[in-house]
């Protein structure tokens, strides 16, 4: 992401951030998925199949299908008085 700085926000400006995927055989980018502002936390499904990346600034939890790299569902978190999404915990059902 790219920042640049707001005198009224502690966390600045930001772009939309993204999620790089890799093949971890060949160690290349194989693809790349618009997330929400300054994504700062990701975690995947135990299956590999989902990813949840949480963006502080949007206040959002992107969904991503991580084998067609596509974003499948958005979840807007509600600030109550922190700066917005910024943890992820998986609990299986």
């Not at 700062?40 to 135990?46: A, E, R, V």
């Not at 959002?60 to 917005?84: F, H, K, M, N, S």
């Amino acid at each position: 992401t790219r920042m640049t700085r707001d005198p009224g926000s502690g966390l600045g400006r930001h772009e939309p951030g993204h999620l790089l995927v890799f093949d971890t055989a060949a160690g290349v980018e194989i693809g790349r998925v618009e997330v929400g502002v300054c994504p700062l936390t990701i975690t995947s499904s135990p299956d590999g199949r989902l990813g949840y990346v949480a963006s502080v600034v949007s206040s959002t939890v992107e969904i991503v299908d991580l084998e067609q790299l596509r974003v499948v569902g958005r979840l807007e978190v509600a600030r109550l008085g922190e700066p917005g999404a910024h943890g992820l915990a998986y609990i299986p059902a």
